[in-house]
């Protein structure tokens, strides 16, 4: 399972030359696969490839020792350039021993399927990542190109185009990696999900960086998330203007909208019932006032991992379900009351208030489920707003909340259904208790 990446941190890391590599235990072919799993649903959604093929050679060592965090940023930033670039029925991914001795192997990575000149532009930009001075030199503007320089560079790897006998161009990635010991790599080096923690939850993810929105997508949906994607600010505000979810995740450097933008117009209209998490490039303090002022309530910082992810959604949620559990179970369904105050003692005055608002609910209801459907919403919003002050007059402050929001016309078509079955579920109950208080 991967971890996000901090592109702005990993740029900043490399032009210094401050890059370093960690040095842990891990399962090659496991890492390749899951770079597969990431770059997979990519290329299907670019519709330029129709499927991706992977091949694995059973001479490769089953542990080494090295980063395979970096290993897998670089074959990923790799494969998704080819995607953005390219185009073809098939992408092959394939990985094999080159070269051995008794304590490393000479890793071969080759990709096929994409068009030469695609390929050998491609290596030309990564092969060109050091100057004879020997410190890393990025010579490519996008932050994505220059990062992958800079870590063929610290991952001593070799980048070439080569071409065989059919004219077949594969793009060859040579990686020299330290054998390890299996005695002491754990059976399940890799964090992984098996429980549906997130079952039946819904969760708003919003980056423009392609390779982290797959990943965060990829782990939710392993712990049982029904994951909706959004690339941009507006694009995020559309998905929850059509789908009601329970917690947004956004990144702070969203395109169009950035992050900060966005929370600020989903706390204006959703009020404080849906968390929003940020992802960050850097920790937020607590004096942070632009954070405080956005409407956002925590954040994660790239990278992460599965079990921080999780660990910080479920907080949320069940934050969440804690508020809504708090609300008085035993508030009154209304307050004949105030009928009182208006008219005291004319009990006549009251059966006809009572009367005439059971029959204006229960048309106003049925008026708002027709509407629904077919009808504009502003027929919706003046029903609402028609039905508001029989419901104070008779004290239904449960009611108070979903009838506003149906007013202001701010509300999803699927939250407007919710809203409207909450009306007739409530008003249902105040029928039978009013029924039972007539003589």
Not at 45 to 72: C, M, W
Not at 102 to 128: F, P, T
Request: net charge neutral; glycine share 4%.
């Amino acid at each position: 399972m991967l971890t996000t990446f901090n592109t702005i941190v990993d740029q900043s890391l490399i032009a210094s030359g401050n890059l370093t590599l960690e040095k842990s235990s891990f399962d090659l072919r496991q890492h390749l696969e899951s770079v597969i799993k990431i770059i997979r649903p990519l290329a299907l959604a670019s519709k330029r490839f129709e499927v991706i093929h992977t091949t694995f050679h059973p001479n490769i060592d089953q542990v080494f020792l090295g980063d395979p965090y970096r290993i897998s940023q670089l074959l990923l930033y790799v494969l998704e350039n080819i995607i953005k670039s390219a185009g073809g029925k098939a992408l092959s991914l394939s990985a094999e021993m080159a070269e051995e001795n008794s304590h490393r192997q000479l890793i071969r990575i080759n990709i096929n399927g994409v068009d030469r000149k695609v390929l050998e532009n491609l290596a030309s930009k990564l092969s060109a990542h050091a100057n004879p001075g020997g410190r890393k030199k990025p010579l490519d503007p996008s932050p994505i190109i220059s990062i992958c320089q800079g870590l063929v560079y610290f991952l001593h790897a070799e980048i070439s185009v080569q071409h065989d006998h059919t004219n077949e161009s594969t793009l060859v990635m040579l990686l020299p990696l330290l054998k390890g010991n299996l005695k002491s790599h754990p059976s399940h080096p890799q964090p992984t999900i098996t429980g549906k923690e997130l079952e039946n939850r819904c969760v708003l993810v919003a980056d423009g960086a392609a390779i982290n929105l797959s990943i965060v997508r990829n782990i939710l949906n392993e712990a049982g998330a029904n994951v909706l994607k959004a690339h941009n600010g507006i694009e995020a505000l559309k998905v929850l203007e059509e789908t009601t979810v329970d917690l947004v995740l956004l990144d702070h450097r969203l395109p169009i909208l950035d992050g900060e933008q966005t929370a600020r117009i989903i706390r204006s209209k959703y009020g404080d019932r849906l968390p929003i998490v940020a992802m960050t490039t850097y920790p937020i303090t607590e004096k942070d006032q632009r954070f405080l002022h956005s409407g956002l309530d925590d954040y994660l910082t790239s990278p992460f991992g599965p079990q921080q992810l999780l660990d910080k959604i479920n907080h949320w949620l069940q934050l969440r379900t804690l508020k809504n559990e708090e609300k008085p179970s035993t508030q009154p369904l209304f307050d004949l009351n105030r009928l009182d105050a208006i008219a005291p003692g004319n009990a006549a005055f009251k059966r006809r208030m009572v009367d005439l608002f059971k029959s204006l609910s229960q048309t106003s209801v049925q008026e708002m489920k027709a509407a629904l459907p077919h009808d504009p919403e502003e027929n919706i919003q003046k029903i609402a707003h028609r039905l508001k002050p029989s419901i104070s007059t008779l004290g239904i402050d449960s009611l108070k909340e979903p009838l506003t929001a149906l007013e202001s016309g701010t509300l999803a078509s699927e939250e407007k259904e919710k809203a409207i079955q909450q009306l007739e579920t409530v008003l249902s109950q105040v029928y039978k208790e009013l029924d039972r208080l007539e003589p």
